[in-house]
């Protein structure tokens, strides 16, 4: 039973470059979230797609910020101009079906910006 | 989603029962609580979840009381690999599909 995976696992960049993480769900999940946490505080929900589509986007999302999920399987965020304040831990979540109970997250990548 | 309070942190020592409190007491009738934790450097986990009746699974059992404004988790026999932060999420089941954390319970189980 292979989980959520993410990778990066870590990224370090300086402020104003872009970075491009990846999140592969769990295999026929057809739902995939993204989530951003910040040191000392629980994940905030930042967007989420089912299948291809995207259903959703919080505030958070900023104009800078764009996820993609071309093939209904894997999915990427992309940070374009990082701002110190994109540091966080960026985790991506993927369930079966519409309001399921369980989201089974990865392991995230810790973003630092420089 | 109903707002959630829950005690910042709790110790309790190894292979003793610990009850993680949370108090929802703004919840719906279509509401449902949930558990997650999150052991350090790792994605939260699902431990439990329940609407109205007390629910037991192979991690833990949750008390939910008769006028739902609060709840517990209880760990039965906890170890050290239970330390863990703990949050307790309220969300309707369809039509909201983001889990809305708070900053959930440091447990520290000691040795």
Request: charged content about 20%; proline content about 4%; aromatic content about 10%.
């Amino acid at each position: 039973d292979t989980g959520v995976s993410q990778n990066p696992r870590h990224k370090i960049t300086k402020r104003g470059q872009n970075v491009t993480f990846r999140c592969d769900p769990i295999s026929e999940h057809n739902r995939l979230y993204w989530y951003r946490q910040t040191l000392g505080q629980g994940p905030e929900f930042l967007t989420y797609f089912q299948n291809e589509a995207q259903l959703e986007k919080s505030r958070l999302l900023s104009d800078r910020f764009s996820a993609e999920r071309p093939k209904g399987s894997f999915s990427t965020l992309e940070i374009q101009r990082t701002e110190q304040g994109d540091s966080a831990m960026y985790l991506c979540a993927s369930s079966l079906g519409q309001g399921a109970r369980t989201q089974y997250f990865g392991p995230g990548t810790r973003l630092l910006v420089l | 989603d109903a707002k959630t309070t829950q005690p910042t942190s709790m110790d309790c020592a190894e292979g003793r029962a610990a009850n993680l409190p949370c108090n929802h007491s703004t919840i719906s009738g279509n509401e449902y609580v949930y558990w997650y934790r999150q052991i350090h450097s790792q994605g939260p986990q699902y431990i439990i979840h329940g609407l109205k009746n007390n629910e037991t699974n192979e991690m833990a059992s949750l008390i939910i009381t008769e006028d739902r404004k609060s709840s517990t988790l209880i760990l039965p026999h906890a170890t050290l690999r239970d330390t863990a932060v703990y949050y307790c999420i309220v969300r309707v089941d369809f039509g909201n599909e983001k889990l809305t954390f708070g900053t959930g319970t440091r447990l520290t189980i000691i040795p």
